[in-house]
């Protein structure tokens, strides 16, 4: 939790996490830790994400993956049904914040009723107990949330439920004293099981697009026809399993990636309709400029960097610019669709093409897409940082002290002044 405290005192890493401060529900996460075989925690206070994770606990155990053992079949736990608007800021897969979203949306009847007396704590179950090659991952189709309280309370609800159906269907099953009692003592735990859904109904949600953290990050896209695998040609299995059904690019790729991209249409390409109105281009060359004097100039102080000072030093540095070619090639294509309304991407080198275009908004995998693209734009730590925090964080710890800051700066006056406007602008999200 301390490994970046520059992040964190300016909420760029581990924010609007919730505070778990009422003895209660310490009490209640406490025993959701021990039903996993983890010692209890001896903090008074700790902050929890939508999954229960919580970064204070990880440092006191010395272990990021408690709730991620292997890094699959994940853990969580549910204190409150106000955990759904948290963000999920430890994962090994990019789609187990949405998964939760949609367990704690499809059940929230049955978590609200929960919450108030109990925990609730699981793990979110595939088919592969440990992931060792690519085809453990392609053979997670679904998942099923395995769904536990700490004080038996779901128990003892299915039971009340099975009891009440047979009081209704079996003619002398009232004459059954024991039976009735046993149902007394269920309903003081549960209450009236007929108003309050305590037993969560949708448990089995699809495991869809995604990037993992396995084999050094990999992307797995699903299309009717077929499932591409992005990632390094070194991983284990790639190209191997399932090639009848499997499209394999290598992440090094440049041509290739972006070909897959437009073909299944999940990219704008570069044209006046979006471009001209997000500031887009000029945000690419922005970063551009920003990534070069951080190269050329590693001991410059940035901390009164503007727009005024940024032209200054392109004029002064038009050798080191010229040679590195991305501000004029960003500039030309300003020019080309300013006069046509389009840029010929075919005339593009592939590595450019990716400063270019943006995820297609309304694509159902358009984080993902725009996560992906950030991989070829290492120079646009905004974009790293909003659609790529595993990257982000891997890359700040190679930055120097002065830059960090610098990228602070730049992160806080314009990613965190709006964030829901600065998306809107610059990819056309809507949230």
């Known amino acids: 939790m301390n490994r970046f405290p520059l992040l964190r ?8 996490l919730l505070t778990v401060d009422e003895p209660h529900l310490v009490e209640r996460y406490n025993k959701a830790l021990q039903a996993f075989g983890l010692p209890a925690t001896k903090l008074k206070s700790f902050e929890i994400d939508r999954t229960g994770f919580s970064p204070q606990v990880a440092e006191e155990l010395d272990d990021a993956n408690y709730l991620d053992p292997n890094e699959v079949n994940r853990r969580f736990i549910i204190l409150t049904p106000s955990q759904i608007s ?4 430890h994962t090994a897969f990019s789609n187990t914040s949405q998964l939760m979203f949609e ?7 049955a978590i609200d009723a929960l919450t108030i007396k109990d925990v609730i704590y699981g793990e979110i179950e595939d088919s592969v107990s440990k992931v060792e090659d690519i085809e453990d991952l392609l053979s997670i189709n679904q998942v099923e949330f395995k769904v536990l309280s700490a004080e038996d309370v779901l128990g003892k609800a299915a039971e009340l439920a099975t009891l009440t159906d047979r009081l209704k269907q ?10 009735l009692k046993r149902m007394v003592e269920l309903a003081k735990v549960c209450g009236d099981i007929r108003e309050n859904a305590l037993v969560p109904d949708q448990v089995i949600f699809r495991h869809n697009a995604y990037w993992t953290s396995h084999f050094g990050g990999l992307y797995v896209f699903v299309d009717p026809d077929m499932t591409t695998v992005i ?10 399993s399932r090639p009848w059904q499997v499209s394999y690019l290598s992440i090094r790729d440049a041509d290739a990636v972006f070909r897959f991209l437009a073909s299944t249409g999940r990219i704008e390409l570069p044209r006046a309709s979006w471009i001209e109105q997000s500031g887009y281009l000029e945000h690419r060359a922005e970063m551009v400029v920003r ?5 050329a100039e590693p001991k410059r102080n940035l901390s009164e960097v503007d727009k005024v000072w940024l032209q200054t030093w392109i004029h002064a540095h038009a050798d080191l610019i010229a040679r590195d070619g991305n501000f004029p090639f960003l500039n030309a294509a300003k020019r080309e669709i300013k006069q046509v ?7 593009v080198a592939p590595a450019q093409r990716f400063l270019v275009v943006r995820a297609k908004p309304d694509h159902p995998d358009a984080w993902l897409t725009n996560r992906l693209i950030s991989d070829f734009v290492p120079s646009d730590f905004v974009s790293r940082y909003i659609f790529n925090k595993q990257g982000f964080y891997r890359d700040y710890e190679g930055f120097s002290q002065g830059w960090r800051a610098h990228v602070v700066d730049v992160l806080k006056t314009t ?10 602008r610059l990819y056309g999200l809507a949230n």
């Open 341 to 347: 309304g389009q840029l010929k991407i075919d005339d």
């Open 291 to 295: 990534g070069l004097i951080r190269d």
């Open 415 to 424: 990613y965190l002044k709006d964030k829901v406007g600065f998306r809107a």
């Open 86 to 89: 948290l963000p999920v800021v």
């Open 103 to 109: 367990f704690m949306s499809a059940n929230q009847r």
């Open 170 to 179: 079996e003619p002398d099953a009232w004459r059954d004293d024991a039976m």
């Open 231 to 240: 990632s390094d040609p070194a991983a284990p299995g790639f190209r191997r």
């Open 9 to 16: 005192d300016n909420d760029l890493i581990y924010g609007r």
